[in-house]
C-alpha cells in the first residue's frame, strides 16, 4: 500500500524557474492538500481540492497553481519560483468522512 | 481571523518525566481538534477530538478537549528519547471542505 507520496523530495531550483511538485495517493481520498512549513509559520494551506476539477485557495495561494485532472493526483506549480518559496512542501490526503488528514513525506525546496 | 495557539514553544525534560501540551483556539464553527507528531520527516496523526471531557488514549499518551474553555491538552507520560519531536494541534472548522487550521507547535525534546 504506496498511500501518499511526494516527488521530487528535494530540489534545488532558480529565482525565475517553473517547479511544479507532484502528489501521488493510492486512497482513492476526495480531499488534497497542498502545505508549507517554514520556522515560525507551522503549516500553512496553500491550496485545496475537494474533488478532481473542483480545487480552491488556502491561506497562502499567491504564486502557486494547482491542477486536479485525475483524483489520485494532485501537482502544485510555481509558475516564477522566488527566494521566499524556499520551504518544505507537504501534500496531504483525506477521504472526508472525518477530519484526519495524512500527509506524503515532503519537498525541501530552496530557490537560489 | 481564526487562531490556535500552542504552548509551550519548546521544552526539555528527562526521561521519565510527564508532560503536557497545551492548545487553544479561537476559532467561528468549531467541529474537531487533532494532534499530529512530526519527527524530521511528515506529521502522522496521534488523536482527533470532538467531543469535551472525553479521553483519547494511546499507550503513554493522551489528550482531552474542553470545548468551554476552548483548549485542549495532550499529556506524555513516562517520556522516552524517542517522544522528542514537534507536536502539532489543528482545528477543523464545520462546512470548511476537511480544512484544518494548525499551531505552529511545541518542540518537545527528552534527555537522557
Known amino acids: 500500500d504506496a498511500g501518499i507520496t511526494q516527488s521530487p523530495r528535494y530540489k534545488i531550483t532558480e529565482t525565475g524557474r517553473q517547479v511544479t511538485l507532484m502528489c501521488h495517493q493510492t486512497?482513492?481520498?476526495?480531499?488534497m492538500f497542498w502545505y508549507r512549513q517554514d520556522l515560525g509559520h507551522g503549516l500553512r494551506l496553500i491550496y485545496y481540492?475537494?474533488?478532481?476539477?473542483?480545487?480552491d485557495k488556502g491561506e497562502v495561494p499567491d504564486g502557486y497553481v494547482v491542477s486536479r485532472s485525475k483524483t489520485e493526483n494532485f501537482p502544485l506549480t510555481l509558475e516564477s519560483a522566488t527566494r521566499s518559496q524556499t520551504s518544505v512542501y507537504f501534500c496531504?490526503?483525506?477521504?472526508?468522512?472525518?477530519?484526519?488528514?495524512?500527509f506524503g513525506p515532503g519537498t525541501r525546496l530552496l530557490v537560489l | 481571523e481564526d487562531k490556535v495557539v500552542q504552548s509551550p514553544l519548546s521544552l526539555v525534560v528527562h526521561e521519565g518525566d510527564t508532560v503536557t501540551l497545551n492548545c487553544s483556539y479561537e476559532v467561528t464553527n468549531f467541529r474537531s481538534l487533532l494532534w499530529y507528531k512530526q519527527e524530521k520527516k511528515a506529521p502522522t496523526f496521534l488523536f482527533m477530538l470532538t467531543s469535551s471531557g472525553i479521553e483519547k488514549k494511546s499507550g503513554r499518551l493522551s489528550s482531552i478537549l474542553d470545548k468551554k474553555e476552548l483548549f485542549s491538552i495532550l499529556n506524555i507520560t513516562a517520556t522516552q528519547t524517542g517522544d522528542s519531536a514537534v507536536y502539532l494541534c489543528?482545528?477543523?472548522?464545520?462546512?470548511?471542505?476537511?480544512?484544518?487550521?494548525f499551531g505552529t507547535g511545541t518542540r518537545l525534546q527528552v534527555t537522557l
Open positions: 486512497w482513492s481520498h476526495s480531499y
Open positions: 496531504a490526503s483525506t477521504g472526508g468522512w472525518d477530519e484526519t488528514q495524512y
Open positions: 489543528a482545528v477543523s472548522l464545520t462546512g470548511t471542505a476537511s480544512k484544518l487550521t
Open positions: 481540492s475537494a474533488a478532481a476539477d473542483i480545487t
